[in-house]
T-cell receptor, first 110, second 115 residues
Framework: TQLLEQSPQFLSIQEGENLTVYCNSS?????LQWYRQEPGEGPVLLVT?????EVKKLKRLTFQFGDARKDSSLHITAAQPGDTGLYLC??????????FGTGTRLQVFP | DAGVIQSPRHEVTEMGQEVTLRCKPI?????LFWYRQTMMRGLELLIY????????DSGMPEDRFSAKMPNASFSTLKIQPSEPRDSAVYFC?????????????FGQGTRLTVV
C-alpha cells in the first residue's frame, strides 16, 4: 500500500511553462519533504514543510502543505531544462521513518 | 565530508548467487536507511538503523534479505540467494538526529542486475 500518491506520474513541458505537482495521502503527516533526483544520483532534499497551510518558496519553486497536513503541492514557475528530474515527496508520521511518494518524472524541453 | 558512500556502483550477478552491498554513512550520523528503487514500486524503505541497532525491518521483502551495521561507519545489505526480481537500484541514506524533518543524505546507489 502506497501511503503517498503523486500526480501526475509523468510531465513533459516546454521551457517557460508553469507546472504543479501534487502529493496526496489519506493519512496525516507531521511533516512533508520534497526531494529531487537526477539520473544516476540519489534524491536531494529541496524543502521541508511542517505546519498545516505553510508555504515555502525556493527561487522559482513554491511548496505548500495542506491545511489538514494530508497533502502537499510543488509549483514551478517558468520551468527550465535544469528542472528536469524525478520529484519525490516524503512524509514522516511522528517516527524517524521517512516514507516516499510514487514520484513525478518531469522533462523540460528547451 | 565525502557524503554517503556506496559500493559497488554496479553489480551484475547470476541468479542464486550471494550479493553484498556496502554503505559508509556520513560521519556523526546516527541513522542509516536502506531503500530499494524500481520503476514499478518507486522508492521503498527496506530497513533502518539507529545507533547501529535495527529499528524497523518490516520492509525487507523476505528472508533472503539481511542487513547489518557492525559499527557506526559501515553497513551491509546482503541478498542470498539472489533472484531476477531483486534487480533494482539500492540506496543507502543517513541522517543525524531523530526528528523526522532532519535531512536524509543519500548515496549514489548500487544498480543491481540479477540475470
Amino acid at each position: 500500500t502506497q501511503l503517498l500518491e503523486q500526480s501526475p506520474q509523468f510531465l513533459s513541458i516546454q521551457e517557460g511553462e508553469n507546472l504543479t505537482v501534487y502529493c496526496n495521502s489519506s493519512s496525516v503527516f507531521s511533516s512533508l519533504q520534497w526531494y529531487r533526483q537526477e539520473p544516476g544520483e540519489g534524491p536531494v532534499l529541496l524543502v521541508t514543510v511542517v505546519t498545516g497551510g505553510e508555504v515555502k518558496k525556493l527561487k522559482r519553486l513554491t511548496f505548500q502543505f495542506g491545511d489538514a497536513r494530508k497533502d502537499s503541492s510543488l509549483h514551478i514557475t517558468a520551468a527550465q531544462p535544469g528542472d528536469t528530474g524525478l520529484y519525490l515527496c516524503a512524509g514522516g508520521r511522528n517516527t524517524d521513518k521517512l516514507i516516499f511518494g510514487t514520484g513525478t518524472r518531469l522533462q523540460v524541453f528547451p | 565530508d565525502a557524503g554517503v558512500i556506496q559500493s559497488p556502483r554496479h553489480e551484475v550477478t547470476e541468479m542464486g548467487q550471494e550479493v553484498t552491498l556496502r554503505c559508509k554513512p556520513i560521519s556523526g550520523h546516527d541513522y542509516l536507511f536502506w531503500y530499494r528503487q524500481t520503476m514499478m514500486r518507486g522508492l521503498e524503505l527496506l530497513i533502518y538503523f539507529n545507533n547501529n541497532v535495527p529499528i524497523d525491518d518490516s520492509g525487507m521483502p523476505e528472508d533472503r534479505f539481511s542487513a547489518k551495521m557492525p559499527n557506526a561507519s559501515f553497513s551491509t545489505l546482503k541478498i542470498q540467494p539472489s533472484e531476477p526480481r531483486d534487480s533494482a537500484v539500492y540506496f543507502c541514506a543517513s541522517k543525524g538526529g531523530a526528528w523526522v524533518n532532519t535531512e536524509a543524505f543519500f548515496g549514489q546507489g548500487t544498480r543491481l542486475t540479477v540475470v
